[in-house]
């Protein structure tokens, strides 16, 4: 009995935490870029496109990643807590929701120091770029 409401609470969870991820189609990877306007319509960027358009989708994909790693920490340490709860005070099964819940935070952690190492080290190659790498807009 413990096993099928535990599969239920989590199938009910993720499809709210996930629901969310239906709509991913909105994520266009191409947004701020001029060689992308029409990438719904054409499936495809139109006209040519530069340097900047390159740097513009590389932040957009960036802040796809970390958006992503949000939700799936996210998921993980409901996921974890769901265990916790359920264990029944087995102290084995307590130590695995933890672990799991460990794990999810330290995955996160690692998600935003990579994006603060790459931010610190353009910061300091680049100090007179006229804009920050993650508001880069093409003129």
Known sequence: MSRMLTGTILLLLMGVLFAPLSA???WNI???ARCGGAMITTGGPTGSCDVCDGLIVGRNIVNILIQLSFVIATGMIVYGALQ???STGNPGKVSQAKSVIMNALIGLGIALAAWLIV???ITIFA???PMPWNQIRCE
């Open 84 to 86: 916790m709860i359920l």
């Open 24 to 26: 991913a189609a909105a």
């Open 119 to 121: 931010n610190t080290i």
């Open 30 to 32: 191409w947004e701020g």
């Open 127 to 129: 100090p007179n770029y």
